[in-house]
T-cell receptor, first 115, second 113 residues
């Protein structure tokens, strides 16, 4: 299995809702990432999990809460989002956080719309 | 602070032509990646360049890395419409226990029949 999966593909939520994004990989990768991407922009790193521990939090608002239940799963819990949070949310994984091969494998993304 | 600059940011070209996208970065790194993104889709890894002088080719695309010049190029040969996409380069920035990618702004490539 050489892919990263994400669910749901699309999500529309109100500003008072609570929802979660899910990411899964079965490649044995030990680093997992959440990115946010706005249209016509490069991805912006949000969080990095290294060996299931949060290692980077790029000053992301607390309305985004990551969780890594195990080495294959990564969740992003969403609460009280703002319309400007509407974006494509991408999950990625890489074999080893500080290894020689740093290539990141991206999931298909979740298109989030906040109304 | 590591900065990555791509140029051009937008490129419209005719099928059959050749062109090059440039990726410059500001501090030492010996790992550079090229990704492709189709509209509304995720990022697809194209090339991983791990050392000075690395050259990789896949079909009509060829990528190279010059770590001394801090420059990578993505060359398109005899472009076809299917290559229309946005291309990103990204450079590895190493931290204490992990690394993160610093991204260029992307080059939107449109290939006209």
């Amino acid at each position: 299995d050489t892919e990263v999966t994400q669910t749901p593909k699309h999500l529309v939520m109100g500003m008072t809702n609570k929802k979660s994004l899910k990411c899964e990989q079965h490649m044995g990768h030990r680093a997992m990432y959440w990115y946010k991407q706005k249209a016509k922009k490069p991805p912006e790193l949000m969080f990095v999990y290294s060996y299931e521990k949060l290692s980077i939090n790029e000053s992301v608002p607390s309305r985004f809460s990551p969780e890594c239940p195990n080495s294959s799963l990564l969740n992003l819990h969403l609460h009280a989002l703002q319309p400007e949070d509407s974006a494509l949310y991408l999950c990625a994984s890489s074999p080893h956080p500080s290894g020689k091969l740093g290539e990141q494998y991206f999931g298909p993304g979740t298109r989030l719309t906040v109304t | 602070e590591l900065k990555v600059e791509q140029n051009p940011l937008f490129l419209s070209m005719q099928e059959g032509k050749n062109y090059t996208i440039y990726c410059n970065y500001s501090t030492t790194s010996d790992r550079l990646y090229w990704y492709r993104q189709d509209p509304g889709k995720s990022l697809e890894s194209l090339f991983v360049l791990l050392s000075n002088g690395a050259v990789k080719q896949e079909g009509r695309l060829m990528a190279s890395l010059d770590t001394k010049a801090r420059l990578s190029t993505l060359h398109i040969t005899a472009a076809v419409h299917d290559l229309s996409a946005t291309y990103f380069c990204a450079v590895d920035m190493r931290g204490d226990s992990n690394y993160q990618l610093i991204w260029g702004a992307g080059t939107k490539l449109i290939i006209k029949p």
